[in-house]
């Protein structure tokens, strides 16, 4: 793996790292019963998981334009930690939603 690649692997295993990090920190947020504050940090977490996937697009526009992509454990564990943010990011959309219908609930019956 060529020196920029290796650069573009580890920018992805910390940015995507980042998003998953801000994931688990919204659904904390979120069970403290602060979903607006959750929803927010969530959607922080959604802009730096874009941020991610523009660096994944550009490994996939480079190798269809003919440059040699070489895989790598580095490549692949790069992709796995973009992967683990994605899934992070529905699930904690699902869990600020639960949250959320727990408060309204908790608060027309208290």
Do not use: P
């Not at 920018?11 to 979120?30: D, H, R």
């Not at 697009?57 to 992967?83: A, C, P, R, Y």
Request: charged fraction near 25%; hydrophobic fraction near 40%; proline fraction near 0%.
């Amino acid at each position: 793996m060529d020196e920029k690649q290796l650069e573009r692997a580890m920018q992805l295993i910390s940015v995507a790292g980042n998003a998953k990090s801000m994931c688990i920190e919204s659904m904390s947020i979120a069970e403290k019963g602060n979903i607006d504050d959750a929803k927010a940090k969530l959607s922080e977490a959604r802009k730096t998981l874009h941020e991610a996937h523009n660096i994944q697009t550009q490994w996939m526009t480079d190798e269809m334009n003919g440059k040699k992509v070489e895989k790598t454990i580095m490549l692949i564990h790069s992709q796995d930690h973009f992967m683990a943010a994605d899934i992070m990011l529905t699930m904690a959309e699902k869990v600020i939603n639960l949250q959320s219908s727990i408060k309204n609930l908790q608060s027309t019956q208290g």
